[in-house]
């Protein structure tokens, strides 16, 4: 299920012919379920204020948001009873044509197995708009966390506005170090989702503000940073071109790409990279771990990326078999990542560096049959776009599985 709503425009040719590196057209995305709906069956654009209309699950509530997908305010539809709806329209009124109202259409009982079966219905809603005035963003810099140097902070915040006042609709974000001991270094300080890096270690308070243009607020989180407490290192790249491999949405299974979409390609795949020769013992104990990716390609976009890895004790290697990186088991472990802009080609720090994903290798390591030399695999799904070197793009920046153990 896809909890998205895409936007395509055409790029700077004017002309709708697909994304890079076929065409330019430039996609945008949201999520749904953050602003309450599952499932979105039918959305429909209101000219008279910019906003959008989104129906789905649950059945009883009607989203207005912008387009960017930030939510205005949520309509109680329960009085009509909707089964199933599914399609939405905004058009003249049927007893006032000079008053626009939105149609709502339910499917009901699908008729798939009953031919005969006939009782989708068509609803009329007059919506009267809030009129509240202006309310202060509502700002949440994410929960607390701790990390060990040097590694990087990724902040995953989340700022919701009524776009108001209008103009300038419009909302600023920052983030700040409120306090601690050393500097905080932030890959995009006015990005809500961004990444931060620090000189030292302690305790550190970080704030996201927001400002719509007359309110503003903010929230605060605690980064414990720890000092580095050694341990053995261990570097893992992939060497062949097999053991990075990509899978379309319709689970064809591509092992010679030139580079790895993480996870954007017409749209959202799964991406999985396997490590061969893990020198980590079976009573090991990870410290850290993360994958340093390489940028192929310039990408900006909001990103967001589960990593996971395959429950296995010794992965197998990829093969060209239809689903055969969603077939395989994944851990329970999941480490979230956003990753900031990639804005140089060739470039590998620390906005291609992922979040700290010892908890997965720690699963994978921890399992009964693990041996010191054994390979595993990582599996990376999310939505959004970044694009990396594959081994087959370029062998020295293929991926790189970077772990701390004692």
Not at 220 to 246: F, H, K, M, Q, Y
Not at 280 to 285: K, L, N, S, V
Not at 364 to 377: A, F, K, P
């Amino acid at each position: 299920m896809n909890r998205e709503v895409y936007r395509v425009a055409p790029g700077n040719n004017g002309i709708f012919d697909g994304v890079s590196p076929s065409g330019d057209d430039q996609v945008t995305h949201f999520d749904t379920l953050s602003i309450g709906v599952d499932d979105p069956e039918g959305i429909e654009y209101n000219p008279d204020n910019n906003r959008l209309y989104l129906v789905g699950k649950p059945k009883t509530q009607l989203a207005e948001l912008t387009k960017t997908g930030a939510l205005k305010q949520m309509f109680d539809i329960s009085a009509a009873d909707a089964k199933k709806p599914s399609g939405l329209a905004f058009a003249p009124g049927s007893l006032n044509p000079n008053v626009r109202n939105i149609y709502i259409a339910a499917r009901g009982v699908d008729n798939n197995n009953n031919p005969n079966e006939n009782d989708g219905k068509v609803y009329e809603i007059s919506l009267i708009p809030a009129t509240i005035g202006n309310q202060r963003p509502t700002v949440s810099a994410g929960p607390n966390q701790t990390i060990i140097l040097p590694e990087n902070v990724s902040l995953n915040g989340m700022v919701f506005d009524d776009s108001l006042p209008d103009p300038p609709d419009t909302v600023t974000t920052t983030w700040s170090k409120a306090s601690g001991p050393g500097t905080v270094t932030f890959g995009d300080a006015n990005a809500v989702d961004t990444t931060a890096s620090f000189s030292e270690a302690g305790t550190y308070v970080l704030r996201l503000a927001a400002n719509d243009g007359e309110l503003n607020t903010s929230d605060s989180i605690t980064i414990t940073v720890l000092d580095n407490p050694g341990g053995v290192v261990i570097d893992v790249r992939v060497t062949t071109g097999s053991n990075d491999a990509e899978e379309r949405a319709s689970g064809r299974i591509i092992l010679d790409s030139t580079d790895l979409d993480l996870v954007f390609e017409k749209d959202n795949q799964k991406v999985g990279m396997r490590f061969t020769g893990v020198d980590i013992p079976e009573d090991a104990t990870i410290i850290r771990a993360y994958i340093q990716f390489m940028t192929d390609e310039i990408h900006s976009g909001a990103t967001s990326l589960i990593i996971q890895g395959e429950a296995a004790n010794n992965a197998a290697p990829f093969t060209s078999i239809d689903g055969n990186i969603s077939s395989r088991p994944r851990t329970t472990a999941a480490v979230k990542w956003s990753p900031a802009a990639w804005l140089t080609k060739g470039e590998a720090g620390l906005n291609q560096r992922t979040s700290n994903i010892s908890s997965v290798i720690q699963e994978i390591v921890s399992s009964t049959g693990w041996s010191r030399g054994n390979s595993l695999v990582i599996i990376i799904t999310g939505t959004g776009r970044r694009v990396a070197e594959s081994f087959e793009g370029n062998g020295d920046g293929a991926p790189l599985l970077h772990v701390v153990y004692n």
